[in-house]
Structures are given as structure tokens and as C-alpha cells.
């Protein structure tokens, strides 16, 4: 055991390091120095102490520093005295040619005057802590005596001091860069500056400095970027060997799309641009090649695009390289869209309003279950659809208790969206040709709840046979699909010449039996919609102008704000002027699939070519050898054995001689003809309606006769097919 401490006699603990009290402040004269404030501190309670080795080094820096400024003062001294000397002597500065107004010569470096304030805060910090900083009164008076005045310095010399040091600092830097730069300034703006510079602090200067420098930075680089342009050699097409090599080489995809963009600068100003000795048929035609590489396309669909977007031809190249947002349509039979949101975003979907033109459409930008297999929708709250396929239902615009026609319906989205606008009422007639798409409208329309609809399988050309008298009629026909190359890139490689015109000429059957199903009497419609998912004039305007040609239709507004107007002339075809009422949209432009909507209104059930032929037209036929028997058995023959011409004459006046020909046709004669053909007065009894029964009998034998040869010819060739396979 060890000793026991006797807590009785226990001193009390004094108080900390840190809670010391500072000492009662001595009087100190207003005039006397920093040093001398320090020493007069230091020497209150009369003991001297030995400073450390380190309090003696600083104290020699400083003793080295005073003897520097001390010299470089001398120095100026010495200095301003010469210039005074050299002032009554005539002195040229500067530049004496005419360029002295704009340049200035470089100052020489000169040595910065270094502050000695840091030491001394450092050695009063030091003071303060320990105890080296209390034992420099004897051993350095010497040095301390003769200096301390001339270490004091004047506010504002300090100041002007700086100033001179900055602006020396800034030379010596454009020196180092070896950049000669010319200021222009007026002398107010000078004297402002400097006014400014005295008030700045030194972080404020140099960021000053800093702006002023990116400026004409700025500056030199636009001027290099223009003379760049300017000198920038002009692009050269290349060369047959050049295009020989790439042909058996794989291609260089970043090669050909800088040679894409520099044939579209030389095409957007080939006057300037172009090379000397090329024709602007070579530049498209280098430009059609690239761009089939590029992205896949063949060269008939290429040019067909390119003839259509002279300008935007990048542009939608690659919008079809993107796919487009996905859609849902609202169901209002069984919810509204904003109920609708609400529980889809609950789901996991992010959503948003298609736009201001549709309330019912719903753009999706991704979903944490899929979107085709939500409860809402196997309840058939809403139908996945394209947002261009909203747009002909809306053109169409159909009522409640109305008869429509939906002639080619599959797989029954816009069927749905039409029976939503009927709400239920009236009938709706979904036609489809293909029996297995038909099974598709099938399960929608049971999906979405609608109850008015009548699904048929029958070809579309012949449905005038199996009911008429629609009020109104949507034809969405089928097309080649080049405004959906997004979803199908097959189109890309697959269409050529041959599958244009046949969609063209399926088309323009379609669309004559659409008109011939509708009724031009209906109290509330008689209107008639054609669209198709096609950007090409041939399967758009150009079957709009022959539906105009051959049916009592004119076109109407399709009543949608937005989209582009229809092609009225198109390279060397010129199409009726009211096609400006079409509408075309594009993926480049509307972020939809290519579309294009018409909207026709007919005005009579009659046929343009028949019915009353004007009083002064004279209907002429004529008939071969073969057709004697079968036109009329009392026309005669002439002596050469050719066939004589059967008149029909209208009225007294007379007729011209119709050329002979082998085959049949209808030929109409004015009043002002000269030879006459006969002249047989017309039935007077029977009047017109005699008319009617001869050409409508007339033209049913021609007709019957033209298809009975036209079967004798097929019969021909399978009979020669047969012949040359054995």
C-alpha cells in the first residue's frame, strides 16, 4: 500500500490557459510607432529575457528588408532628380511616325516593393503567444532606433504604390505573351476608369482584367472564324476511282456523313460554292447515293423523298429513325381522361395531354407495367392508338343517329373512337376485306362496350352492290405505308414503281365506291373522308383530283388547326386548286406519323357522264365487224367492207364525219360542224328518255364485249404458257 494523500490542506486550482484575464490596458501615446507600442508592452514589468532562435531570424529578415527599401528609395530619388535634369533637353517619345496615336511602348520591369506589414503581424501574433516575441528589446535597439520612422509609409502612398505595381504587373504579363494590344479609349472614360480602379479592391481589379482579357480573346476568335470562312477551300466532289474504291470497301459511315453535309452547304448556295465544272445534277445525285447508304433506303423511294423535301430531306430521314411516343385513346363511354390519369399515373406511368387539338388522347413516356395488359384496359377504359389516327374521325365528325360507313375498319380503332362520338346511337357498319383482321374489330368493339356496330367481311370496291345510302363514310385505305417507316423499316428496301401504282389504282376503286355508298340527300352529312398513312402525291392528291374528276364531290374543310396544306401542283402535275384544303402531316415536323386527310362533300347521286346530254351534242358510235351482230343487226356495211356510223342525232343541226376505227367509242359533235352525217329527225315521243335506253344499252354491250375479250386474251396466254412448258 502506498502513502495516502491528505486532502484537508488542498489548494484551490487556479484558473486555465484559456480563462486567463488580459492584463489592465497601460496608456499609450497616440504618436508612437508599431515597435515602439511593442516595447513598451513587452518592457512593463522591467524583466529582460534572451529571444529565441527563431524570433532572431525573423528579425534579420526584417533588418535585410529595411536596408533593400532604404536603397531602392535612394534609387528613385536618384532617378526623378535625371528626369528633372533631362527636362529642359528636347525629348521624343513614344513613336514619331503617324502610328504614335494608337501605339504605346512597353515599360521595362521594374522590381516590386515588397511590404514588410506581414512580418510584423506575424511577429506580433507571435508576441501575443508565446514568450519569444517579449525579449527583443536590448539585443536589436540599434537596429530599431535609426529605422522605425522610415518604415512608417503614408496611406496614401501605399495606395499609389499598389496602383503603379498593378499596372506594371499587367505590362510585364503582356510582355510574357508577347502580345501587342491596343486600348482606344476617350480621355473622361480614361479618368473614370482610373477613379474606379483607386475604389476597387485587388480581387475586383484582377477580375476586371480577367473580362477584359476574354473579351478580346473573343474577339481574335471570331475574326480567325471569319477569315476561316472566307478562305475555306470548296468542297470537291469525288472522283470515279474514289467512288470504285468505296464501292469495294465497306463504307465509312462518319466519311459519308461529312460528305451529306458539305453537298447540302453547296446546295443551299451553289452559285459561290459549287466547283468549277460540276453540274448541280452531279452534286444530287453524289447526295441521293450517300443517303441510300446512309440509312438503308433504295433509290426510287429515295428519290420520291427528295422530290418532296427539297430542303427537309435530313430532317425526316431521321425523325423515321426515332420512334414515335406512344398514345392511348380515352374510352368516354366508360371514363374520362382525367380520372383516367389520375389512376395510370398511381400505376406506375408517366403521362401527359397528347395536345390542345385532342381532349381524349394521352401521351405515354414510360411505364413500370405494361401498358397493354393494365386492368383499365382489358376493361377497355382506354385503346392503345397512334395519334394520327385520331385525325380523320375527327375530320369526319360524325352525329348521333346517324348510318356510317367505316369501309376499311381494321383492327377497329377508329371504328371505336367513331361509335364513342355517336355515343351508342345510330348504326355503325365496320367493313374489312381481310376475314382474319376482321376478328380484331371483333374483340375491340366487345372490349370498349360498343353496341351499334355491324362487322362485315365484303371487298370494299363492291360494297355499292350491297347497301348504300350512308350519311357519312370513312375510307382509310391501304397504302404503301411510307409515312410509318418508324414502326416498319421493311418499306425501306421493299417498295418499288410497281407497288405505288398498284396502291394507287386499289385506291381510286376505293374511293369511287366510298362516294357511290354515301348519299348526297342526307339531311346531316353526305361527307366523305379519305386518308392514308402515306407521305407520296400518287396515293394522295393525285387520287383526290381523279375522285374529283369522276364524281359529283368537291372538297371541304377538314376542320383540324394544324398541319400542312396539300400539294395544288407537283412537278409536272396540276391538281384542282381546292386541294389546299387537304391536310399533310410529317414525324419531322408534328413528332406524328406522315398522314394525309381530305374531307369531300357530295352534292348529287348522279353520275357526271350520264343522264341528260345537252340539246346540242349529237352521240355518234362506232362498230367493228365483230360487234355488228351484237350492237344492231340492221347496220349496214359499206362497199369496202368497213363498218358505217350509227347516228343518234340530238337535234336539226348537223354533225361532224367521225373517223373510221376498229374500236368503239363515244364521240361528242358541236353545233358548228361541217359535213353532215344525215338527217333523220329525232323520236319525238319518246323524247329523252329513248335517249337513256339506247346509250345506256350501248354502252352495257360494249362493256360486255370488251370483257369477253379481254377473257379470250387471258385463255391465249395460259394456252401458250402450257405450249412452252412442254
Request: charged share 35%; aromatic share 6%; with cysteine.
Amino acid at each position: 500500500m502506498g502513502r495516502k494523500r491528505d486532502f484537508t490542506e488542498r489548494e484551490k486550482p487556479g484558473l486555465g490557459r484559456k480563462a486567463k484575464k488580459q492584463e489592465a490596458p497601460s496608456p499609450v501615446v497616440l504618436s508612437m510607432s508599431k515597435k515602439k507600442k511593442a516595447k513598451s508592452a513587452k518592457i512593463i514589468d522591467g524583466e529582460k529575457k534572451k529571444l529565441g532562435s527563431r524570433a532572431k531570424k525573423r528579425l534579420k529578415k526584417r533588418a535585410v528588408k529595411k536596408a533593400e527599401k532604404q536603397q531602392m528609395k535612394t534609387l528613385k530619388q536618384k532617378k526623378k532628380e535625371l528626369d528633372k535634369k533631362s527636362d529642359s533637353k528636347p525629348k521624343v517619345s513614344g513613336f514619331t511616325d503617324e502610328n504614335q496615336r494608337w501605339l504605346k511602348p512597353t515599360k521595362k520591369r521594374k522590381l516590386p516593393i515588397e511590404d514588410v506589414e506581414k512580418d510584423e503581424e506575424e511577429e506580433e501574433k507571435s508576441g501575443s503567444s508565446g514568450s519569444d516575441g517579449e525579449m527583443m528589446a536590448d539585443d536589436f535597439d540599434h537596429a530599431d532606433s535609426g529605422s522605425d520612422t522610415d518604415l512608417e509609409i503614408p496611406d496614401e502612398f501605399e495606395d499609389d504604390d499598389s496602383h503603379i505595381s498593378d499596372e506594371e504587373n499587367s505590362g510585364d504579363d503582356t510582355e510574357e505573351d508577347g502580345e501587342e494590344e491596343t486600348i482606344e479609349s476617350d480621355d473622361g472614360d480614361d479618368s473614370s476608369a482610373d477613379e474606379d480602379a483607386k475604389e476597387m479592391l485587388p480581387i475586383e481589379k484582377a477580375s476586371q482584367k480577367l473580362k477584359l482579357k476574354q473579351q478580346r480573346d473573343r474577339k481574335l476568335a471570331e475574326a480567325e472564324l471569319q477569315t476561316n470562312i472566307s478562305e475555306m477551300e470548296r468542297f470537291a466532289l469525288p472522283s470515279g476511282q474514289e467512288i470504285e474504291k468505296e464501292v469495294a470497301q465497306p463504307p465509312d459511315l462518319a466519311l459519308i456523313q461529312q460528305r451529306i453535309k458539305d453537298v447540302m452547304q453547296v446546295l443551299g448556295d451553289f452559285k459561290n460554292r459549287r466547283e468549277n465544272g460540276r453540274t448541280r445534277k452531279e452534286y444530287v445525285q453524289q447526295l441521293k447515293s450517300d443517303l441510300c447508304i446512309y440509312y438503308s433506303y433504295n433509290d426510287f423511294l429515295m428519290e420520291k423523298l427528295m422530290s418532296l423535301f427539297p430542303l427537309e430531306i435530313i430532317e425526316f430521314l431521321e425523325a423515321n429513325e426515332v420512334q414515335r411516343p406512344v398514345t392511348i385513346r380515352t374510352n368516354t363511354l366508360k371514363t374520362r381522361r382525367r380520372d383516367l390519369a389520375q389512376v395510370l399515373i398511381n400505376r406506375g406511368m408517366n403521362l401527359d395531354p397528347i395536345g390542345k387539338w385532342s381532349k381524349v388522347g394521352l401521351v405515354v413516356y414510360d411505364s413500370q407495367v405494361p401498358i397493354g395488359a393494365t386492368p383499365e384496359y382489358l376493361s377497355g377504359h382506354y385503346m392503345l392508338q397512334g395519334g394520327s389516327s385520331f385525325l380523320p374521325v375527327m375530320a369526319l365528325a360524325p352525329h348521333e343517329n346517324e348510318k356510317i360507313l367505316d369501309m376499311a375498319a381494321a383492327p377497329g380503332g377508329k371504328t371505336t373512337y367513331i361509335a364513342a362520338l355517336m355515343k351508342n346511337t345510330g348504326i355503325l357498319f365496320a367493313n374489312d376485306a381481310n376475314e382474319v383482321r376482321s376478328k380484331a374489330i371483333v374483340g375491340n368493339l366487345h372490349r370498349m362496350g360498343i353496341t351499334n356496330a355491324v362487322v362485315s367481311t365484303h371487298d370494299g370496291r363492291h360494297f355499292p352492290k350491297v347497301m348504300t345510302g350512308f350519311d357519312r363514310v370513312l375510307l382509310d385505305a391501304p397504302c404503301s405505308g411510307t409515312g410509318v417507316i418508324s414502326k416498319d423499316t421493311a418499306v425501306k428496301a421493299n417498295k418499288d414503281e410497281k407497288d405505288i401504282q398498284r396502291c394507287s389504282h386499289l385506291q381510286k376503286e376505293l374511293i369511287l365506291a366510298a362516294i357511290d355508298c354515301c348519299d348526297a340527300k342526307s339531311k346531316s352529312g353526305g361527307y366523305i373522308v379519305y386518308s392514308t398513312c402515306s407521305v407520296l402525291v400518287e396515293e394522295n392528291e393525285w387520287v383526290i383530283d381523279y375522285a374529283l374528276k369522276k364524281r359529283n364531290v368537291k372538297l371541304v374543310s377538314t376542320g383540324l388547326d394544324f398541319g400542312r396544306e396539300g400539294f395544288t401542283n407537283f412537278k409536272e402535275h396540276r391538281f384542282h386548286p381546292s386541294l389546299k384544303q387537304t391536310c399533310r402531316f410529317y414525324p419531322h415536323t408534328h413528332n406524328l406519323d406522315g398522314f394525309f386527310v381530305a374531307k369531300l362533300k357530295k352534292f348529287s347521286n348522279k353520275m357526271p357522264n350520264q343522264g341528260n346530254i345537252p340539246n346540242n351534242k349529237t352521240l355518234i358510235v362506232m362498230d367493228t365487224e365483230d360487234s355488228k351482230r351484237t350492237l344492231s343487226p340492221k347496220l349496214k356495211s359499206t362497199k369496202d367492207g368497213q363498218p358505217e356510223a350509227k347516228k343518234v342525232k340530238l337535234d336539226k343541226s348537223s354533225t361532224q364525219k367521225v373517223p373510221k376505227n376498229k374500236s368503239t367509242e363515244r364521240v361528242f359533235a358541236n353545233k358548228s360542224s361541217h359535213s353532215a352525217v344525215g338527217n333523220e329527225k329525232p323520236n319525238q315521243k319518246n323524247g329523252d328518255l329513248g335517249l337513256k335506253k339506247v346509250t345506256t344499252q350501248i354502252l352495257k354491250r360494249v362493256h360486255d364485249k370488251k370483257e369477253s375479250m379481254k377473257k379470250y386474251r387471258t385463255a391465249q396466254k395460259v394456252k401458250r404458257k402450257e405450249k412452252s412448258q412442254l
